[in-house]
Each structure stands twice: as C-alpha cells, then as structure tokens.
C-alpha cells in the first residue's frame, strides 16, 4: 500500500490542523492506521492509531483530548484532527500501515510496515 500525508502548515499555539492520509494499492480496510511523529534528534513516536473496523483507537497521553483519529474505508484515507496545538506538537508526522497488528502491539513502530512520506506541522508561541 502506497501512504500520501498531506495538511502541515504553520499553525499559532491553540490553533487546529487536520492531516490527512491517501491510501492506494491495497486493501485499506484490512490495514491498522496510524500516526508517529518526528522531531530532530529524537526518534519517532507514536501519536495515535485506528484498529481496522474504527473499533479500537489509541492515542498517546500527551494528545488526548485534544486530538481525534478517524478514517474512511469507502475513500481510503485518514486523518488526523489536532486542536489545542502546542510548540511541543511541531514535528514531521507520518501516517503509517500495518497488517496484522495485535492490538497490544499497536504503539510499536515495528508493528507497522508501510510509511508516507511525512508532513511538517509548526506551532509558533
């Protein structure tokens, strides 16, 4: 399956981004979906993710609340709705998928096999 994110941008500290994520060349409905992100120097970490029916989704603490993952299985996308943006939230964010995936698995970056190319979102303060 061939990942396309898209939606980064500048965005002030308490303002909204949605990202989105375009799949093609497979069966999306069978695939686990998620997003990690990416700062410079630190590795890539687990933002949030949506089991393959939309019947179990996990976030990390620091974006509960304030972040919402869904997708579409007609369409083949994604997103990611962010709110209560922080400076801390700047990152490259990728969207990812994973066949397969057990759900006690579904924070690990290896549990995932295919990547999109990454989008940049930046919070000024």
């Known amino acids: 399956v061939q990942l396309q994110a898209s939606g980064g941008g500048l965005v002030q500290a308490g303002g909204s981004l949605r990202l989105s994520c375009a799949a093609s060349?497979?069966?999306?409905?069978?695939?686990?979906m998620g997003w990690f992100r990416q700062t410079p120097g630190k590795e890539r970490e687990f933002v949030a993710a949506?089991?393959?029916?939309?019947?179990?989704?996990q976030y990390a603490d620091s974006v509960k609340g304030r972040f919402t993952i869904s997708r579409d299985n007609v369409k083949n996308t994604m997103a990611l709705q962010m709110n209560s943006l922080r400076p801390e939230d700047a990152a490259v964010y990728y969207c990812t998928a994973g066949r397969f995936v057990i759900l006690s698995r579904i924070q690990l970056r290896d549990a995932y096999g295919y990547w999109g190319q990454g989008t940049q979102v930046t919070v000024s303060s």
């Open positions: 949506i089991f393959r029916n939309g019947a179990s989704i």
């Open positions: 060349g497979g069966a999306f409905s069978t695939y686990t």
